[in-house]
């Protein structure tokens, strides 16, 4: 199909499908995934658009005893309460204060997962726990981190945005599930020593690609979304 021919009615649901089914999937099987599969997700994901054509992703594909090492570096220092204390986020992902609807929202998918695994409020070492397999991918074969030039600018991080959603697809396309992680962006100083980023070079995020594991409880989370309503105006007159 070229980029003018119109879609399919198959086409069309294809895609449907391909975004509405795609979960922050938070355990996986450890089935492998082939470097080919991946590099052809990169590849269509590659298209997605960027000011002038900047394209300013950069991915590190980590697999195998690479991403072994980077997880284990990553957990002994988050169970080290001393030096977890020296990590601290290169840039704000969430707001400093929050507002509802969004502390709302928040609150409700952390407290809907922590009930799924049998957390209650109260017990901190198991959230800690559950927020530490973040740095195992949550097991998934194949954990992915992204940077960018500092040089670059907030047009830049939009754009980084619809890349890292046409790689979610693309491999929702493939029968693979993935997870966007903030939760690396702490670790940033290490993740950049590991693996030798240059100075220029800032760390966005990670994410975790594999497959899903039908059987963990945490997959079965499916978070609300708000109707076209709540958040759309139409214009017509």
Known sequence: MTPFDRPSEADAAAVDAAITSRRSVRAFLPTPVPRETVEDILCVASR??????????????????????????ISAAYE?????????QEYDYYPKEWAP?????RRKVGWDLYALLGLAKTDKAGMHRQHGRNYRFFDAPVGLIFSIDRVMQQGSWLDYGMFLQSIMVAARARGLHTCPQAAFTQFHRLIAEELAF????MLVCGMALGYADPAAVENSLVTERAPVSEFATFLED
Do not use: F, K
């Not at 080290?80 to 601290?88: D, F, M, R, V």
């Not at 240059?198 to 070079?201: A, D, G, M, S, V």
């Open 48 to 73: 997605a658009p960027s000011g002038t054509n900047t394209q300013p992703w950069q991915v590190h594909v980590l697999m195998g005893a690479a991403r072994q090492r980077l997880c284990d570096r």
């Open 101 to 105: 609807p969004y502390l709302d929202r």
């Open 80 to 88: 080290n309460p001393a030096e977890l204390a020296t990590h601290q």
């Open 198 to 201: 240059r100075p220029e070079q």
